[in-house]
C-alpha cells in the first residue's frame, strides 16, 4: 500500500500544471535550481543532525533528488543525485567539512546513495516525459474532436480551410493550404486562402491526390515549400490534397504526426464531401420545382389556349367553304389563317404533351406490333409536310414484333421527320434505318440538312425543352420536338441520341428494347377432302 500510496503522490505532482514552467526553462536555470535545492536541503538538515540519524540525512537527499526530477527533469536530477552525495559527505560525514573519509562503510553509503538517487531520478524523470505526453496526446486529441464539431457545421468549402489551418496552426505548429481539383481536374487552392504564404510542388500534390496515399519530402522544409501531401479520402473519392509545412522548418516532429494528420485530412474531406452533395441536393431540388412550376404554367397556358385555336381552325375552314365561295385572295387568305391555327394548334399540343409526360401523367398502351405500320401511319398523317422530301424506308428483314405504345412511337416518328423536312433543302429525301441487334430496336433518321450546330450534334442539350439544333434559326419553332421524343423513349426504357452525318446532314436515332414476343401459332387449313361439304 505504501508503494502505491508513494506512487499516487508522484502522479498527483506529475500532473500539476504548475511544474511545466519549470521544466521548459534554460538548461543552466533548472541546473542553477537544482544546485539551490540541494543547498536548501543541507540548509534544513544542518540543525536536525543533532536529532536525526545520518540515514534519515540521506532520506532528505534522495527526496531532494526525487522532486528535482519531477520539477526540472532527467539531466538537473543527476547532477542532484552527484551534489547530495558530495554535500551529505561534506557537511555531514565525519570528519564534517571535508572530504575525508574515515570509516569506509561511509563508502558504501556513498555509493548506494548515489545510485539510488540516479535510478530515482531516471524513474521520476521517464514517469514525468509518459506524464507530458499522455497530456499532448490528450490535447491534441482534444483539439481533434473540436476540429470534427466544428465541421460539422460549415457551409461553404473555405471554413473547412479556415477550421484545418486554426488546427494544425494551434496543435502542430504548422500552417496548410488545401487543393480542390476543378472541371478540368486540376488542383487549385480553394478560394480564400493565402496562397502566397507557402509555396507548393504540384507534381507532389498530384502524386499524393492520384495515388490516394500521403506524399513526403522533408527536404524541402527550409525552402518555405510544403513537405506533406496528404490525400483527402472520402468515402466516394478524393476529394482533394492538403499542403502541409511546418512553421519553424523542422519537418521530423511534424512527420511523426502522420497518423493524426491523416485523420484531419480525412475529417476535412468528409466535411468537403458532405458541402458538395448538400449543393447538389439544393440545385436538384431548385430545379424540380422550377420544372414542376413551368409544366403547371404551361399546362395551364395550353389548355386555355386549345379551344379557341380550335374555334379559329374551324372558322377558316368554314371560309374557304362558304357559299357562294370567296375572292381569290380571300380564299389564300383563309387558307393561311388556317394553316397558321393548325400550326399554332400544333405547338400548343407539344406543350401539352410535354407538360404530361413530365408529370408522369401518361399511361403507356403497350402492344405487340410490327414497327413498319407505324412508320406508314406517321408518313401518310404528314402528308402535305412530306410533299417535297420522299422518306425512303429500309428495314432489316428479320424484325420481330415490338412491345411499344404505337400513338406515342407515332409521335415520335412524326416530330423526327417534321423536323428533318423543315431543315432540310426542297427535293430532298429523308431516311428510316430499322434494324434488330443486340437485343434492341434500332431506328435512325436522317436528312440531308445542315445538321446540329450545338457541338456536332453531340450534346444532350438538345434534347431539353426549349432548345433548337439551330441557334437564332428563322424557321418556326420553339425547340419541343426532340424534348418529347426524348420523354417518349425514355419512358419506353430506350435510348436516344443526335449526331452529324459524315457526308453531311443530321441524324437522330433511338432505341427499343425487344423483349420477348408472344409465340403466333399458325393456322391449320383442312385439306380439301376434309371439308365438309
Known sequence: MSSGFAGGIIMKLLSRQGNHWLSSLPDWQRFALALLACAGTTLIATPLLAYLDLANIVMLF????????????????????????AMFDFFFVPPRFS??????????????????????????????????????????????????RELSGVLMVEQVAEITRNFLRRVLNADAIILLPDSNGRLLPCSGQDVARLQIEPRLAIMAFDGGAPVECPQLANSGYAVLYLPMRSPMRVRG???????????????????????MASLAAIAVERIHYVDVAQHTQVQVVSERLRSSILSAISHDLRTPLTALVGLADSLTLSKPALSEIAQETAGAIRDQAERLAGLVGNLLDMARLHAGDINLQKEWQPIEEVIGASIKLLGRGLAEHPVKVTLASDLPLVEFDAVLIERVFCNLLENSAKYSPPNTSIGIDVQARDGRLEVAVTDSGQGFASQGGKDKALFEMFVRGEAESARPGVGLGLAICSAIIEAHAGTIAASNRPQGGACVSFTLPLGEPPLIEEEVLPLADERVP
Open 62 to 85: 534522495l527526496l531532494t533528488v526525487l522532486l528535482v526530477a519531477v520539477s526540472l527533469g532527467l539531466a538537473p536530477a543527476l547532477l542532484a543525485a552527484f551534489a547530495s552525495v
Open 99 to 148: 572530504f575525508e573519509v574515515h570509516n569506509a562503510q561511509y563508502l558504501v553509503t556513498f555509493v548506494v546513495m548515489l545510485a539510488v538517487a540516479i535510478i530515482t531520478g531516471q524513474l521520476t524523470a521517464g514517469l514525468r516525459r509518459q506524464a507530458d505526453d499522455s497530456d499532448t496526446e490528450a490535447q491534441r486529441s482534444r483539439a481533434l474532436y473540436e476540429m470534427a
Open 241 to 263: 490534397v492538403i499542403a502541409v509545412a511546418p512553421i519553424d522548418a523542422l519537418a521530423e516532429p511534424l512527420l511523426d504526426e502522420r497518423e493524426r494528420l491523416e485523420t
